[in-house]
């Protein structure tokens, strides 16, 4: 496997670690032992442990960018909207750690900023910010409808991470996915 491979698998498995252990909570020796390699190995891949959580964080990013552009590919306004809400459901429903390991990351930016270290989350931000662009685009560029789908992506990140059944009257409003017009 080349390092770069390796590499993706350490992203890979941070992301199942993080996701489950936040940032505090978890150690590299976990995220090495899930990828099999050793610690020092872990180390000539990643200078640190914050840089495995960066690469994992933006993954996740990166990944639901992807899913929003795929989804919306060739369509416009409602279609794009309809497309990009089922495509991101789908991405949290079929990869859980997606979903936590978002929340670990506003988590851990939040905490880093509380404590002075403003620089940890910017390359975060710059990747949420190059997502918010892309579906502001696939949305017609309606500050309203890229404000209000993401609103809603945010509550349903909200209400699947604690955790309620589909059945629940909590969902009940996700029957019809929010107009750009509203």
Known sequence: MSAEERRESVVRAAITEFARGGY???????????????QPYLFRLFPNKQAIFLAAAERCLEDSREVFAEASDGLEGEEALRAMAEAYHRLI??????????????????????????????????????????????????????TSFLAYGMLINTLASLGFPADHRVWTGFAYAPRLSE
């Open 24 to 38: 505090q909570g978890t150690s590299t020796e976990a995220i090495a032992r899930r990828v099999g390699v050793s």
């Open 93 to 146: 429903v079929d990869d859980g750690d997606k979903l936590l390991m978002q929340m670990q990351m506003y988590a851990a930016v939040a905490a880093a900023e509380a404590s002075g270290d403003h620089a940890f989350g910017e390359s975060l931000r710059a990747a949420w910010t190059r997502m918010w662009d892309d579906a502001h685009l696939a949305l017609g560029a309606d500050e309203h409808g890229t």
